[in-house]
């Protein structure tokens, strides 16, 4: 009995799993932990980071070893005479009589160990470093501009959910001032000072009041599950989002912003790394007209020849230049140049793309702080009318429903000015993520 009573009074406490408390900057974590785009494009990074490693790895030499094992089907040889052999100076029938030898034994094996460090191919090799270097700075790039976009996005979806509560306190406070005034509207029909008619009015308005706060509270669930769904969180999540502190704002004019934003855009360094991975890719196709030398070190090791050592070396080089190819080279080299010249394009119109979009960043900036000045001075005279009925209502010469109604018009002011200063914060958080500022 004890317990059942201890479970009632539990329950009419409050609710028995409470909100999760989530800041802005632990959302952002939390999306950059989780999102799957984003570890693809780490995964990205790592994967260019190797492609220049091996790159590197051609500057050093390589050794290669091969080893040959073959059983002949027939002894290999040749036949001389002694007077061939240098025996000439034997009586008859000697120098005319023929002798066998073995030059190669039925069983062949041959084996050898060759280290080559190429010389003239370095410069080459040189352009396929700097060209994997700029796909490793394109590859970065791109990762931190994916995570500027995935930052601004659960900032979008935090400020909307944020939002999206004041606006269901705003139904719910004119839901409370329509009761209040269907109250009145039937207290005046039965004491014979209206009309049927107002009643039905206000209780129309109560209706109405009432999709308002279901609208609402849909609204709500829908950015809570989405911003649950964005960060990792099961998309049933409770989450109590806390108001951040207001960001900070410290550029001076948009000729800034846009210096600013060439220098520290993710998507400028992408484009300018393209560049230097098309010119690099020039000076490769321009490398082949170069013959390829290279220095060799070799080791063999035999049995089969008689007439040779079991084990040897040699030292040497070797040269490789392609005399004639139909134009191909050439055609490759046009081919690069007309690669680089899309490249260099590109980021012309990539400067051009950031420059016009960070000035309509920073015009919205400043028209957004605007409306925030304005959203604030009806929020003052919407609370001093508050006050104002507040007091009429306390020496009785205001009805309940006029003071009702003036807190449902303070609270949607004030809801207004959260959605001006929500706007205001997010234009400021554009803009930052078209300079790279965080």
């Given at each position: 009995m004890r317990l059942a009573s201890a479970l009632a009074l539990a329950l009419l406490a409050g609710p028995l799993f409470a909100a999760r408390p989530l800041t802005l900057e632990e959302a952002q974590q939390l999306a950059a932990k989780?999102?799957?785009?984003?570890?693809?494009?780490?995964?990205?990074?790592?994967?260019?980071?190797?492609?220049r490693a091996g790159a590197r790895a051609d500057y050093f030499p390589k050794a290669a070893a091969s080893a040959t094992d073959l059983y002949f089907s027939r002894k290999l040889g040749t036949t001389?005479?002694?007077?061939?052999?240098?025996?000439?100076?034997?009586?008859?029938?000697?120098?005319?009589?023929?002798?066998?030898?073995?030059?190669?034994?039925?069983d062949l094996f041959l084996?050898?160990?060759?280290?080559?460090?190429?010389?003239?191919?370095?410069?080459?090799?040189?352009?396929?470093?700097?060209?994997?270097?700029?796909?490793?700075?394109?590859?970065?790039?791109?990762?931190?501009?994916?995570?500027?976009?995935?930052?601004?996005?659960?900032?979008?979806?935090?400020?909307?959910?944020?939002?999206?509560?004041?606006?269901?306190?705003?139904?719910?406070?004119?839901?409370?001032?329509?009761?209040?005034?269907l109250a009145d509207a039937e207290n005046a029909v039965d004491t014979g000072n209206a009309l049927k008619v107002a009643s039905i009015g206000r209780r129309a308005g109560l209706l109405e009041a009432r999709q308002n706060l279901l609208a609402a509270r849909d609204l709500e669930a829908d950015y809570s599950e989405a911003l649950n769904l964005c960060?990792?969180?099961?998309?049933?999540?409770?989450?109590?989002?806390?108001?951040?502190?207001?960001?900070?704002?410290?550029?001076?004019?948009?000729?800034?912003a846009v210096r600013e934003a060439l220098d520290r855009s993710p998507e400028v360094h992408a484009a300018r790394a393209s560049v230097d991975q098309?010119?690099?890719?020039?000076?490769?196709?321009?490398?082949?007209?170069?013959?390829?030398?290279t220095a060799l070190v070799q080791y063999?090791?035999?049995?089969?020849?008689?007439?040779?050592?079991?084990?040897?070396?040699?030292?040497?080089?070797?040269?490789?230049?392609?005399?004639?190819?139909?134009?191909?080279?050439?055609?490759?080299v046009r081919e690069r140049e007309t690669l680089r010249a899309q490249a260099e394009e590109n980021l012309r119109r990539v400067q051009d793309g950031v420059e016009q979009r960070v000035r309509k960043g920073y015009r919205n900036v400043e028209r957004a702080l605007q409306m925030v000045d304005v959203a604030r001075e009806s929020l003052e005279l919407r609370r001093e009318?508050?006050?104002?009925?507040?007091?009429?209502?306390?020496?009785?010469?205001?009805?309940?429903?006029?003071?009702?109604?003036?807190?449902?018009?303070?609270?949607?002011?004030?809801?207004d000015m959260f959605r001006a200063e929500a706007g205001w914060r997010l234009a400021v958080a554009d803009l930052k993520k078209e300079i790279a500022l965080r």
């Open positions: 989780n999102n799957r785009n984003l570890q693809l494009a780490r995964l990205k990074v790592q994967e260019a980071m190797h492609k001389v005479t002694a007077g061939e052999l240098g025996l000439g100076f034997l009586p008859p029938p000697f120098p005319s009589i023929p002798v066998p030898i073995n030059l190669v034994k039925q084996g050898g160990i060759t280290v080559g460090q190429p010389l003239t191919q370095l410069f080459k090799i040189q352009q396929e470093v700097r060209a994997a270097t700029s796909e490793q700075e394109i590859a970065a790039a791109r990762s931190a501009g994916s995570e500027d976009e995935v930052r601004y996005a659960v900032e979008q979806l935090y400020y909307a959910l944020l939002v999206s509560q004041r606006q269901r306190q705003a139904a719910e406070s004119k839901l409370a001032a329509a009761e209040q005034l960060i990792g969180l099961p998309a049933t999540t409770d989450i109590a989002p806390a108001e951040p502190p207001r960001p900070e704002f410290q550029l001076s004019s948009a000729d800034e098309a010119r690099a890719g020039v000076r490769a196709a321009r490398a082949d007209y170069i013959p390829e030398v063999f090791h035999q049995a089969g020849v008689p007439t040779l050592p079991d084990d040897f070396g040699a030292v040497g080089g070797t040269l490789t230049y392609t005399l004639f190819d139909f134009g191909k080279r050439r055609e490759l009318s508050e006050r104002l009925t507040k007091d009429q209502f306390e020496l009785g010469l205001a009805l309940k429903s006029a003071y009702a109604e003036s807190q449902a018009a303070a609270a949607s002011s004030d809801a």
